[in-house]
């Protein structure tokens, strides 16, 4: 692998790691009624698209009779970018 490849790689996962954190402090930090619905909504679309991918995963899966390969940092990062761009979505929409 290049040089080039390398840093493009590192600066993609540096990005995934504070979107992650980013998330999770997010949901731990409390604050006034507006914050709390701005969290809700956004925590409800990303939970519905990543059960959503599950079971349309399951179905094919199942359909092509191949075994469950899941990766789990795939499934956290593909979260992570939906939590951020449905919490934008709601800051801009409700005012946060």
Known sequence: MSVGTMI??????AI???LDIYML???LIPGDERKQIIVWKASSI???????SKIIDVVENF???????????????TAAIIYFIALM???????G
Do not use: D, H
């Open 46 to 52: 990303t939970l519905l698209a990543t059960i959503g």
């Open 25 to 27: 402090i997010s949901l």
């Open 89 to 95: 979505y709601y800051k801009i929409k409700l005012g």
């Open 63 to 77: 359909v092509r009779a191949q075994p469950m390969t899941a990766n789990p940092l795939v499934q956290l990062e």
């Open 8 to 13: 493009f790689l590192g600066i993609i996962f």
């Open 16 to 18: 995934f790691v504070a």
